[in-house]
C-alpha cells in the first residue's frame, strides 16, 4: 500500500494504471489488500498473481479485475485453493484463473531446472507456462487501457 501511495504522489504516474502484481506470498498480500480495504483505499486498479498462497485468505469484496496464473501442479501452493477462494468472492467473474497442467511452484523462474526439491514442497520451470503467463499478463493490461 506504501507503494501505491508513492505511486500515486508522482505527477507522471497515470493512476488508472496501476496494477499490483505479487508472486507466492507477494500474490498472497495482493489478495489480502483486496480483503481488507475499499476499492477506493487500495489505489490500484488490477492485479496480476503468480501461484498464490489461496489457503484461509478472506474473501474481497471490490470487484477489481485480478488475473490469477497457477501452477496445475504446484503442491506449495495448489490452485485449487484459489479455485475455491475466487467463488466466495462477490464478483467471481472479475477474476480471470489460468491454471497450467504440470506447471509447479515458480513456472516463470527460468534460473530453476524443470523440477526440485524445495522444503515442503517441488518448484520449476516450465517454458511453455512462462510464456504462455506472459501473453496474459499482456492481454490483461491492455484490456484495462
Not at 499490483?20 to 507477494?26: D, I, N
Not at 501461484?51 to 474481497?60: K, M, N, S, T, V
Amino acid at each position: 500500500m506504501a507503494a501505491v501511495a508513492w505511486l500515486r504522489s508522482q505527477p507522471a504516474v497515470d493512476h488508472s494504471g496501476i496494477t499490483a502484481m505479487g508472486w507466492s506470498y507477494g500474490a498472497r498480500a495482493v489478495l489480502v489488500a483486496l480483503a481488507k480495504h475499499s476499492e477506493s483505499q487500495l489505489g490500484f486498479s488490477r492485479a496480476v498473481v503468480y501461484y498464490p498462497d489461496c489457503r484461509a485468505l478472506e474473501p474481497w469484496k471490490p470487484a477489481v479485475p485480478v488475473l490469477m496464473l497457477l501452477g496445475g501442479d504446484d503442491d506449495m501452493t495448489p490452485a485449487k485453493s484459489c479455485q475455491e477462494a475466487v467463488k466466495r468472492v462477490p464478483t467471481p467473474a472479475a477474476v480471470k484463473i489460468v491454471v497450467y497442467p504440470g506447471a509447479l511452484h515458480g513456472f516463470d523462474v527460468p534460473e530453476l531446472p524443470t523440477r526440485m526439491r524445495y522444503g515442503f514442497g517441488s518448484i520449476g520451470y516450465q517454458p511453455q507456462a512462462a510464456a504462455d503467463a506472459r501473453r496474459e499478463i499482456e492481454q490483461f493490461l491492455r484490456a484495462g487501457r
